[in-house]
T-cell receptor
């Protein structure tokens, strides 16, 4: 299957600083990428959808000024957590949908390995 | 996306087949049934998806009932590495995947 990478895999930062997480589709082009967040023992929650070259669409309750998303190319999306606070500590997971489906059916979302953010 | 219902947890003996059920009684005609799994502290892994016909790949088989109201994911020979949370999602492919609580499968030696 298609491969999605994330960097960094783990980050610890001080309260008030900003953290950037990169998401790359390694062997396919992704017009659409998604960012999810997951708290311990909970399911994934969709934060936003980003399309290459346009502004991201945020889910209700997600602050767009706090979680800046940039989808600059067909293989790269970034999530910047601005002025991070301890309550932003979470597991952030990106996902990419392939531009040209490899098979006869619908597009498939592939997920990155996740980034664990700890804000002290 | 149509709502899906899965048992919260299941156990399976190592080497035996694991059959994970999913109910999606309100699935619409253009929605596929997707299965993903999430091993602890990792991103979800795509397993398989289907529309009407049964599907099989190197990881699993997907059996969809004729009325499409339910499906079963089959791991033919479960190993300890198959211990994970398994998510069944109904989705048209044009919208983001929405995750429910899934089934926590424990494979026991």
């Amino acid at each position: 299957g298609a491969v999605v990478s994330q960097h960094p895999s783990r980050v610890i930062c001080k309260s008030g600083t900003s953290v950037k997480i990169e998401c790359r589709s390694l062997d396919f082009q992704a017009t659409t990428m998604f960012w999810y967040r997951q708290f311990p023992k909970k399911s994934l929650m969709l934060m936003a959808t980003s399309n290459e070259g346009s502004k991201a669409t945020y889910e209700q309750g997600v602050e767009k000024d706090k979680f800046l998303i940039n989808h600059a190319s067909l293989t790269l999306s970034t999530l910047t957590v601005t002025s991070a606070h301890p309550e932003d500590s979470s597991f952030y997971i990106c996902s990419a949908r392939e531009f040209l489906p490899r098979d006869r059916s619908t597009d498939t979302q592939y997920f990155g390995p996740g980034t664990r953010l700890t804000v002290l | 996306d149509a709502k899906t219902t899965q048992p919260p947890s299941m156990d399976c003996a190592e080497g035996r087949a694991a059959n994970l059920p999913c109910n999606h009684s309100t699935i619409s005609g253009n929605e596929y049934v997707y299965w993903y799994r999430q091993i602890h502290s990792q991103g979800p892994q795509y397993i398989i998806h289907g529309l009407k016909n049964n599907e099989t790949n190197e990881m699993a088989s997907l059996i969809i009932t004729e009325d499409r109201k339910s499906s079963t994911l089959i791991l033919p020979h479960a190993t300890l590495r198959d211990t994970a949370v398994y998510y069944c999602i109904a989705n048209s492919g044009n919208t983001p995947l929405v995750f429910g609580k899934g089934t926590r499968l424990s494979v026991i030696a």
